[in-house]
């Protein structure tokens, strides 16, 4: 398996995530995703969408508010408990989790540890030109919440019955106080949230069913069969609000961690939202004529860590007459290119035959043109970003019309007219979703 230094080598090098505010020294915690970077997290995303979106009749998409109401996070028990324990070194005055901590001794300098004392990891701001406690806010630790306090909206607009879900991606904030593992654990992050509403007494079922069809999820976009598994959270380790969690977890360079979690959330965050707000989150069955706060399924992943245990599993280095190749073999529909033409050479009959290919190809997938260097070299460079499929147009194709489709994986080499090219590919690409 890859390790991290070796990974986020070539994710700088190749254009997946730099550092940020790097040419300032970096800022602990928070990283921006470049040219190939962004395309693979927008993959993710649209996969993670159209599975749990788009392909169900149960489930419905929302975007709330990055700062909401303060209120929200008393409600929601997030001012009270979403608190880590921190201790801060005599010596260095380096601060750590203390649920990290394999000793009470710093991992840095040796030194004597203080008390523990908790902090909460929520970022606070101000809303208004003035900052008193009267304008405080939240950045939100996670989009749940929002989900919550719309219920009401969406149960009326959308005319969704009970089992429905609500999904949400976007941004979220913590203020970690021990940020690392590369992009594992960070301060800024984006949420993939789907909140699923059950009957009460229902809820065991469809908990053990999120959990089977999340797991099913990253095995079907490429994970490992062998580098995932589910961990029951004991009673002691979960959250506040938690009847039951599951952790899929992946198996990481530093050993598992987690990946994704299910969480049975029962109908604490409406209980708590009806009675702050003051407003009636019930829900009215009509077939049983009886009316109850719903219970909640909520499968929760980061696409970070999405993207850092697709890559990890990807990773591969295989002998070949060169040396040493190195291969992202992401599924094709989690890679940032789909495409990549290459002309054999730069002489211009060549050329403008294959920005012609280019030009056919682009309206339909991310397509890449590289032209530098030795066809070799080109195809080891989109092995190496995880390209699936290479077009080579060379001489004879300016006399057959036909181009050269190269497989990442299989290594195999198809001669296919370059009017059937659109749709040779999507056949490959459906085929690959199995």
């Known amino acids: 398996m890859v390790d991290l230094d070796t990974l986020f080598s070539l994710c700088k090098?190749?254009?997946?995530?730099?550092?940020?505010?790097?040419i300032y020294g970096g800022f602990g915690g928070f990283w921006d995703y470049g040219p190939l970077g962004v395309e693979m997290k927008r993959n993710i995303r649209d996969a993670w969408w159209r599975e749990t979106v788009q392909l169900r009749e149960d489930v419905v998409g929302l975007d709330a508010a990055i700062i909401m109401n303060p209120k929200t996070w008393e409600a929601s028990g997030h001012v009270k408990e979403f608190v880590d324990r921190l201790v801060e070194c005599n010596d260095c005055k380096q601060r750590f989790r203390e649920d990290e901590l394999e000793s009470m001794s710093c991992p840095a300098c040796g030194g004597a540890l203080s008390q523990a004392r908790l902090f909460n990891t929520m970022f606070k701001t101000f809303v208004g030109p003035v900052?008193?406690?009267?304008?405080a806010a939240y950045l939100r630790p996670e989009t749940a919440q929002g989900i919550f306090v719309d219920f009401k909206n969406v149960l009326t607009t959308s005319r969704k019955?009970?089992?429905?879900?609500?999904?949400?991606?976007?941004k979220a904030f913590r203020n970690e106080i021990t940020p690392g593992r590369f992009i594992f654990r960070s301060r800024e992050f984006e949420a993939m949230e789907l909140e699923f509403f059950v009957r009460p007494g229902t809820d065991e079922e469809w908990w053990r069913y999120w959990l089977d069809q999340r797991v099913k999820w990253?095995?079907?976009?490429?994970?490992?069969p062998e580098n995932i598994r589910?961990?029951?959270?004991?009673?002691?380790?979960?959250?506040?609000?938690?009847?039951?969690?599951?952790?899929?977890?992946?198996k990481y360079p530093f050993g598992w961690g987690e990946l994704e979690g299910v969480a049975d959330r029962t109908d604490y965050d409406l209980t708590r939202h009806g009675e702050?707000?003051?407003?009636?989150?019930?829900?009215?069955?009509?077939?049983s004529g009886q009316r109850f706060i719903p219970y909640v399924i909520e499968p929760a992943v980061g696409v970070e860590r999405t993207f850092l245990a697709y890559l990890i599993n990807a990773y591969h280095e295989e002998p070949d007459k060169e040396g040493t190749r190195v291969v992202l073999k992401l599924h094709p529909w989690i890679a940032p290119y789909k495409v990549a033409v290459l002309p054999l050479s730069r002489k211009e009959p060549l050329v403008q035959k294959a920005r012609e290919v280019s030009a056919l190809l682009r309206p339909h997938f991310m397509t890449t043109y590289d032209d530098s260097q030795s066809i070799g070299r080109r195809y080891r460079r989109q092995d190496e970003i995880g390209t699936p499929y290479c077009v080579t147009v060379d001489f004879q194709?300016?006399?057959d019309q036909q181009v050269t489709i190269r497989d990442r994986d299989r290594m195999t080499q198809e001669r296919v007219p370059i009017d059937a090219l659109v749709?040779?590919?999507q056949q490959r690409l459906a085929a690959s979703l199995g």
Do not use: C, N, W
């Not at 997946?16 to 790097?22: G, H, K, L, T």
């Not at 900052?131 to 304008?135: C, K, P, Q």
């Not at 019955?161 to 976007?170: C, E, L, N, S, T």
């Not at 990253?218 to 490992?224: A, E, I, Q």
């Open 230 to 250: 589910v961990y029951e959270v004991p009673a002691t380790d979960r959250a506040h609000y938690s009847k039951a969690t599951g952790d899929i977890q992946f």
């Open 397 to 399: 194709s300016l006399d």
């Open 13 to 22: 090098r190749r254009g997946f995530v730099y550092p940020s505010s790097e």
């Open 423 to 425: 749709s040779t590919v």
């Open 276 to 287: 702050v707000s003051g407003e009636d989150l019930t829900y009215f069955d009509e077939e």
């Open 131 to 135: 900052e008193e406690d009267a304008a």
């Open 161 to 170: 019955k009970i089992p429905f879900g609500i999904a949400q991606i976007g």
């Open 218 to 224: 990253h095995v079907k976009y490429g994970v490992s």
